[in-house]
């Protein structure tokens, strides 16, 4: 059952769309659930679409098309590097390598602690800033370096 946090968060969304475009806020309700609850079951994709009065599909497919949505735990603190072209060109394979040894875990896994998730992330459009991460979806690291990435770790632990 969507928290009363929730439902008052994907109510203000709501007043940004015309009364009866409630499907619209789709996107900003899943981020809202996935915020609080770290990641979104399919048990939370159809509360999402009953309360926006949608069809479940419909929001499982907006759930399932973008990357930013987790259909499974996470760590506390997920690790998304871009390894698109111009990332790669710039050094995400040495980031990459550096972050599976130095966290213990490849993409899509957790460390044992619970506390990282790495994953592979799609071009983030930054490519100017490359190489780059983001965390949590919210912080975005760009001209990464293994001393910058190594701060950027110790600052989350």
């Known amino acids: ?3 009363p946090e929730a439902i008052a968060n994907i109510d203000y969304e709501l ?15 899943l981020r809202i659930v996935q915020m609080e609850r770290g990641w979104l079951s399919k048990e939370s994709i159809t509360e999402v679409a009953q309360y926006l009065g949608m069809p479940e599909i419909a929001a499982m497919e907006v759930a399932t098309f ?13 690790v998304t590097v871009c390894t698109n072209i111009s990332c790669m060109l710039r050094g995400s394979d040495e ?22 998730c790495l994953k592979e992330g799609e071009c983030m459009g930054c490519c100017g800033g490359a190489p780059l991460m983001h965390v949590n979806n919210t912080e975005m690291h760009e001209f990464l ?9 110790e600052g989350l632990k």
């Open 66 to 78: 973008y990357n930013m949505y987790d259909l499974h735990p996470v760590g506390q603190y997920k």
């Open 145 to 153: 370096t293994i001393e910058k990435v190594d701060a950027i770790i």
């Open 1 to 3: 059952m969507l928290s």
């Open 15 to 29: 007043t940004k769309y015309p009364a009866n475009q409630r499907q619209a806020a789709v996107m900003s309700a």
């Open 95 to 116: 980031i990459v390598n550096y972050l599976q040894s130095k966290l213990g875990v490849g993409f899509n896994e957790i460390t044992p602690d619970g506390k990282f």
